[in-house]
């Protein structure tokens, strides 16, 4: 099985799917949807999941496309889908008023992650969204594998973004504004400290191990629960540890 079948299968076994959103990310989509301009009809949502974002767009009669690779989540998004990987997308070249990427592109490995981004300049005629963690310490999502000891990120992200990365990704489209939603909390150092003299990892109760398939029960004990009470509770005295959890920003294709 070649990396895309193992993310493909990944994805189809998630356990998520088809839940409503926390308040936590209800108000970042609820950001993300307040960037769509009042003269925009045709949006596609590219990486859509399982509709969270789709659904609300179709339930306001905007005329709406969901895409994305896994069928057994795209199967819950509303509107018109189409099962597609982000960066070979089957539209005519500036088909969207707006193309949508939320909580996608830092899912994916160098060579796809080029491609979408310009997938996603060809195929939108005015305006693009994207909505990406902010500065995420990768490591600190680190889940181990209970049965091949495989080391992976929970969501797995492959890269972190920023401010700075959110301007540099578009060529032919101009940024015009980005907005930081809610906060967490994260250091290098604890985190380093936590896994390397604690051996304790994120907890990975129902998350499937990419490498083998095994899907880890972790419950955590007591000493677990006060190791990461405590590691949260630490950060909130250290310096620069805080940051917005999201950001969503807004482009507008140059003249």
């Not at 308040?23 to 925009?40: D, M």
């Not at 899912?107 to 990406?132: D, N």
């Not at 917005?244 to 807004?250: E, G, K, M, N, P």
Request: proline share 5%.
């Amino acid at each position: 099985m070649n990396e895309k079948e193992r993310m493909v299968e990944y994805y189809n076994k998630f356990p998520k799917w088809g839940y409503a959103p926390d308040g936590a990310n209800l108000e970042r989509i609820t950001v993300t949807q307040s960037f769509i301009p009042a003269e925009v009809n045709s949006i596609l949502d590219l990486g859509c999941g399982d509709g969270a974002i789709t659904n609300q767009f179709a339930e306001k009669g905007f005329n709406v496309f969901s895409a994305d690779f896994s069928s057994a989540a795209i199967q819950f998004a509303k509107g018109k889908r189409v099962i597609s990987n982000v960066n070979d997308v089957p539209f005519a070249n500036q088909q969207f008023d707006a193309v949508v990427c939320a909580e996608t592109i830092e899912h994916l490995p160098e060579g796809v992650y080029e491609k979408a981004l310009s997938e996603i300049e060809r195929i939108t005629k005015q305006y693009i969204i994207i909505s990406t963690p902010n500065q995420e310490y990768l490591p600190d999502s680190n889940i181990r594998c209970g049965k091949c000891g495989n080391l992976f990120h929970r969501n797995l992200h492959t890269r972190s973004l920023d401010r700075n990365t959110h301007k540099t990704l578009f060529q032919n489209f101009e940024l015009i504004k980005t907005i930081g939603v809610r906060a967490w909390y994260q250091s290098p150092f604890v985190v380093n400290f936590q896994q390397k003299n604690l051996k304790t990892y994120t907890p990975g109760r129902n998350i499937i191990c990419p490498s083998c398939g095994h899907i880890n029960s972790d419950k955590p004990g007591v000493l677990k629960y006060l190791i990461f009470g405590l590691k949260h509770a630490i950060l909130r005295f250290i310096p620069g540890a805080k940051r917005s959890r999201w950001i969503v920003s807004f482009y507008k294709r140059k003249n």
